[in-house]
């Protein structure tokens, strides 16, 4: 098994930019791909951001192409998600999740969740 926790979330200004930390337990971290999703209120969770196990290729969803950044460090068993340029509608909670199959969009597909931390991004 495999436990995440993230991190690093609050409260920013349009415009701002916040760096969300994920860490993850165990021995086996290395050979996972990560994803960070986003949920709002009442609405399905969205693909953000993926990244294969050596960090070699990375994956943005549409709505956040360009402005964030997903990255891993293997050593520390760790992934992060800078986001710069925030916009109101980026507020939710974030989750990330690994996925020990190859690396992917799909939620489904995910096997390991954290418990979330929230974003909100005021006007």
Known sequence: QVQLVESGGGLVQAGGS????????????SSYAMGWFRQAPGKEREFVAAISWSGSNTYYGDSVKGRFTISRDNAKNTV????NSLKP???????????????????????????????????
Request: with cysteine; net charge neutral; glycine share 6%.
């Open 18 to 29: 916040l760096r969300l930390s994920c860490a993850a337990s165990g021995r086996t971290f």
């Open 89 to 123: 509608e980026d507020t939710a909670v974030y989750y990330c999740a690994a996925d020990r199959m190859a690396v992917t969009t799909n939620p489904a597909k995910y096997d390991y969740w954290g418990q979330g931390t929230q974003v909100t991004v005021s006007s």
């Open 80 to 83: 992060y998600l800078q986001m």
